[in-house]
Nanobody, 119 residues
Framework: VHLVESGGGLVQPGGSLRLSCAAS????????MGWVRQAPEKGLEWVST????????IYADSVKGRFTISRDNAKNIVYLQMDSLKPEDTAVYYC?????????????WGQGTQVTVSS
């Protein structure tokens, strides 16, 4: 299993970023996928999970209405569109593969991409 995130960077409050995660080494379309994040000196925080087919998605309350998760099973990529970014969204964002479906935990993570929200 190989997960490679991209798209992080520095953005001003209120701005947007789109993260991408390229997956390989497993049958992507079978598994739910998601994103977690870790802010400086804090633990891991679950952000969002999307079902294998992309029809169902769930979000943490802290990002609901601002972030949108999606996936392209033809390209083996999962995305996280982040809008109306706040300084408290600053974190390393990790793509994660679910053990199976949207109700299960994750068993693989990528190396992460840094998102910094600051003026």
């Amino acid at each position: 299993v190989h997960l490679v995130e991209s798209g992080g960077g520095l953005v001003q409050p209120g701005g947007s970023l789109r993260l991408s995660c390229a997956a390989s080494g497993f049958t992507f379309s079978i598994y739910a996928m998601g994103w977690v994040r870790q802010a400086p000196e804090k633990g891991l925080e679950w952000v969002s999970t999307i079902s294998n087919g992309g029809s169902n998605a769930i979000y943490a309350d802290s990002v609901k209405g601002r972030f949108t998760i999606s996936r392209d099973n033809a390209k083996n990529i999962v995305y996280l569109q982040m809008d109306s970014l706040k300084p408290e969204d600053t974190a390393v964002y990790y793509c994660a593969k679910a053990q199976y479906d949207i109700t299960t935990g994750y068993n693989y993570w990528g190396q992460g991409t840094q998102v910094t929200v600051s003026s």
